[in-house]
């Protein structure tokens, strides 16, 4: 049997690198309606893996491990030290934003009102940043302007 040296190893396991599609992402986003695009994505790859787990754990919903009050106070601070502008400013619930999630058979995207007008564009760019294959729009109260996480609002 002949075996691959270290140096055609590398060329082949870069060669293969350029081949390589990211995996349909769950994760959280803002979008800007001044450029029309996405900006604070958090995204983490989900693999036929990790749903069959999910599911033999009873789990049938698979979700970005963060809230976006979180990134957005994060980045407000990171951008504060350092001096620099931000889209991070002001309340985030102020800021379209959304959630891509799995759930049971297929993927969602958590949005408010605010994207039906868009929405379009809006599957358009979610696709390619998310590299979803198919997901469906689920609009929800908790994701329009204004509206945030429970923790947040006042009793």
Not at 89 to 98: A, E
């Amino acid at each position: 049997m002949t075996q691959l040296s270290d140096k055609d190893h590398k060329a082949q396991m870069a060669d293969m690198k350029s081949f390589d599609e990211q995996m349909p992402c769950v994760g959280i986003f803002w979008y800007d309606p001044e450029d029309n695009t996405l900006f604070g994505v958090r995204k983490k790859e989900l693999t036929p893996q990790m749903v069959e787990e999910a599911a033999e754990k009873g789990k049938p919903f698979i979700n970005y491990p963060q809230l976006h009050r979180q990134i957005w106070a994060k980045e407000y601070f990171r951008a504060q030290a350092k001096h620099l502008d931000t889209k991070f400013k002001g309340d985030y619930t102020q800021v379209p934003r959304g959630r891509v999630a799995w759930t049971i058979d297929k993927f969602i995207v958590l949005v408010g009102k605010w994207a039906e007008p868009i929405q379009d564009e809006l599957t358009e760019l979610l696709e390619q940043e998310f590299s979803l294959p198919y997901f469906e729009f689920v609009y929800d109260e908790h994701w329009d302007l204004g509206h945030g996480w429970s923790g947040d609002m006042p009793k």
